[in-house]
């Protein structure tokens, strides 16, 4: 390996001293003794390289196991870098890229391999001590006089070995951000995938396990929205599921967040119900912003699932994701029904799309189950907008005024189950009034309020115009 100094002589950061004059005389002739010195080590590399791969694994319990995994590649590693990083000692214009070249590849290699940093940084230093240690007991032991010489090029020889250390960790972090990113991006695709129900049945083994979910799972899926001109990057930090455990994806198509609720488990294959397929207990975790970060960027997945989860029966419902969920009031949620394992999920996100929009544009939220006339409305757009004109036309054509306050206590009326003192209560006005306000609406639009029919399509139209009208 590359560092030529032992770690307990390596200088320190901070404002060096100033370095004395070199004497050009005594520098060539240093430098003398050095090539002399790396040519005999360089007649005897393989037994070094032998030497030191023992080290490695004597002192390093990282390389230990890199050896166990992979003998080969670990050897063919220590073997390039002695014999570039060597022979840079005594030709360092024509080998000094090469010898760089191999660093960074050892760095990148054991970044791929999950090797630890300190561990490899450790390996260089070792390396270099090594080697240090034998161009002194080299000289020493042929050339006892000119020992002495060595210490006029102890700083360039130090210097070599940082500048080998820094480009080997350069390339370790360098690729360590491409792995993460490449990590990120398939979860992303994968998240994806589900949501867009075009994930491949036979690929949901491999899905399940990299996002930490149960194949066979009970799930429902909710999409958060927040008003144009809010922040809503990050909508784990401000839509929480106290207790469920969820996997967040932002989706730039829809200006939202979808998450991905586990409400529990499904027993299989012998299985006990409640039972995860990792042997674990599913259900209550953290909320979206409290498990530890998978990374994800602010336009993909976050690869969370809560951390340990609790049990949840085969009676949960997605009522019980609306009782638990704390949003801001603007914020507009869309929850769809539960479904059944990994391959039901692009159904639910489906639904709650259609239950977003069923959402009151002044934010809410709605369970897809508990608003199913809303939803048929939202579902065919174009024929709720003409449900809504032939059936409200009379009032939306009266003054503003006039036309708010006849929608208005037509839609509490409904609202208190056909109850005008209730109404009343709520409108802040007399029972007569509600009751008159009542008949004109009859009269302008042709409907009963006795007749159920009429009543039906009197409800889906105010639906339709205040879900649909801009």
Known sequence: MQHLVPAHVRAQPGTRSPVPAARPAVDAEALAVLHRAARALMAGLPELGERLVDLLVAREPAYRAAMEADADSVRDEVRRSLRLNVGSLIQPGELREAAHRCSWAIGRARAERGLPLDALLRAFRLGGGMIWQELVDETTRRHPSDARLLVHVAADVWNFVDDHCAVAADAYRQTERELMWRRENRLRLMTA?????????????????????????????????????????????????????????????????????????????????????????????????????????????????????????????????????????????????????????????????????????????????????????????????????????PLLRLDLSDRDIMLDTLTVWLACDGSAQRAAGRLYCHRNTVLNRLRRCEQLTGRSLTRPADVVELSLALAAHSLLDP
């Open 193 to 393: 995938a589900l949501l867009d129900g075009t994930a491949r049945i036979a690929d949901l083994p491999a899905t399940a396990a990299a996002l930490g979910l149960p194949e066979h799972g009970r799930y429902a899926v909710v999409l958060a929205r927040l008003p144009s001109g809010r922040a809503f990057t990050d909508v784990r930090g401000q839509v929480s599921l106290a207790g469920l455990r969820v996997l967040w994806y932002r989706d730039r198509d829809s200006e939202g967040s979808y998450g991905i609720v586990l409400l529990g488990d499904l027993p299989h294959d012998g299985e006990q119900p409640g039972r995860g397929h990792d042997g674990g207990l599913l259900g209550a975790g953290h909320g979206p912003g409290s498990a530890p970060a998978a990374e994800a960027g602010p336009d993909g997945v976050d690869g969370r699932v809560g951390e340990r989860p609790g049990t949840h029966g085969p009676d949960v419902d997605a009522g019980e994701i609306a009782r638990r969920l704390t949003a801001p009031p603007v914020a507009r949620i869309g929850v769809s029904p539960v479904v059944e394992g990994l391959a039901a999920i692009g159904d639910a996100r489906r639904l709650a799309d259609t239950a977003l929009r069923a959402c009151p544009r002044v934010g809410g939220t709605v369970v897809l189950e508990e608003h199913l006339p809303a939803a048929l409305v939202v579902s065919a757009p174009v024929l709720g907008a003409a449900l809504s004109e032939r059936v409200l036309g």
